[in-house]
T-cell receptor
Framework: DARVTQTPRHKVTEMGQEVTMRCQPI?????VFWYRQTMMQGLELLAYFRNRAPLDDSGMPKDRFSAEMPDATLATLKIQPSEPRDSAVYFC????????????FGPGTRLLVL | AQTVTQSQPEMSVQEAETVTLSCTYD???????LFWYKQPPSRQMILVIRQEAYKQQNATENRFSVNFQKAAKSFSLKISDSQLGDTAMYFC????????????FGTGTRLKVLA
């Protein structure tokens, strides 16, 4: 049963530190998303890749966030410097080009910035 | 811009009963996809059911079915024979078939199934 994997599952860090979250999409999926979930804002789209190319990162604070796909098996989301308001659960999701199949979500990275 | 509204922040249902979660959306598109996702306490997002807008027939997946009313822009989820394992947050999601194919999520409905 193929799954999206994310590491780390939990991260506690201090304000100002760099945070890197990693995602391994399901093999063969060419679409990758990063979503952030908070109580106040719900699920927000941060970045979107298709065939490793970034297509939409309009929801991502550009001054501190960056997202990349160095290869088809790895997507990264980096926060530098981190702030307490970045505390959230960050989900990676991947999907095939047949969009009705829906996207598979990873288990999320729970980030706490002190 | 598309919006998705889930007007019921919380609901409860007795085990074995039926419950319906509501979802409305706003779009000028004619073709799109709609989804319901379940998020149990583990926080894993699980796809429950999907619907193509150009298909009039309502989707069903075992105990889960939808009532899709395109003209009313309504997409409700019916859970029959509710089970304790159905306790979760339920999110409605809209996706265009052009552009970025991203999900627009509603704010969620927290469902509690009571023993």
């Amino acid at each position: 049963d193929a799954r999206v994997t994310q590491t780390p599952r939990h991260k506690v860090t201090e304000m100002g530190q760099e945070v890197t979250m990693r995602c391994q999409p399901i093999l063969g999926h060419n679409t990758v998303f990063w979503y952030r979930q908070t109580m106040m804002q719900g699920l927000e789209l941060l970045a979107y890749f298709r065939n490793r190319a970034p297509l939409d990162d309009s929801g991502m604070p550009k001054d501190r966030f960056s997202a990349e796909m160095p290869d088809a098996t790895l997507a990264t989301l980096k926060i530098q410097p981190s702030e307490p308001r970045d505390s959230a659960v960050y989900f990676c999701a991947s999907g095939p080009s047949t969009f009705l199949a829906g996207y598979n979500f990873g288990p999320g990275t729970r980030l706490l910035v002190l | 811009a598309q919006t998705v509204t889930q007007s019921q922040p919380e609901m409860s249902v007795q085990e074995a009963e039926t419950v319906t979660l509501s979802c409305t959306y706003d779009t000028s598109e004619n073709n799109y996809y709609l989804f319901w996702y379940k998020q149990p306490p583990s926080r894993q997002m699980i796809l429950v059911i999907r619907q193509e807008a150009y298909k009039q027939q309502n989707a069903t997946e075992n105990r889960f079915s939808v009532n899709f009313q395109k003209a009313a822009k309504s997409f409700s989820l019916k859970i029959s024979d509710s089970q304790l394992g159905d306790t979760a947050m339920y999110f409605c999601a809209f996706m265009r078939v052009t552009g970025t194919y991203k999900y627009i999520f509603g704010t969620g409905t927290r469902l509690k199934v009571l023993a």
